[in-house]
């Protein structure tokens, strides 16, 4: 072997070293951020159904279950307007254990429909 490539001996190994944090960190926000999007639709599929169970005039006890039962931790608001029956869903998402990113969806539904 030469001089110079001995001076190079256990470089990859150290580069390596230095990149996988930051690989693992990068795969690790990409595998919650597609939680974190998977969740909202949840959440908008929930508020949905929430508002169309409040428009057949349901309880309301049962549209807040509606919601909580499908994400884990959600919470719900409703008001009406006139013929419209609108209902927020609202979660929180974390990220890695340290990144807290609120969620929020809303929907509404015909009052009275079947």
């Not at 349901?58 to 499908?70: I, K, L």
């Amino acid at each position: 072997m030469s001089a110079d490539r001995d001076g190079e001996r256990g470089s990859a190994t150290a580069e390596l070293a230095l990149a996988l944090p930051a690989v693992v960190l990068t795969l690790l926000l990409g595998a919650g951020a597609l939680g974190a999007a998977s969740r909202q639709v949840a959440l908008q599929d929930a508020s949905a159904d929430a508002a169309r169970l409040l428009g057949r005039g349901e309880d309301p006890g049962r549209a807040s279950r509606a919601v909580s039962t499908a994400v884990h931790g959600a919470g719900m608001s409703s008001s009406s307007s006139g013929d419209l029956v609108c209902v927020e869903a609202h979660a929180d998402v974390v990220i890695g254990g340290f990144i807290r990113i609120p969620l929020q969806a809303s929907s509404c539904a015909l009052a009275g429909g079947l």
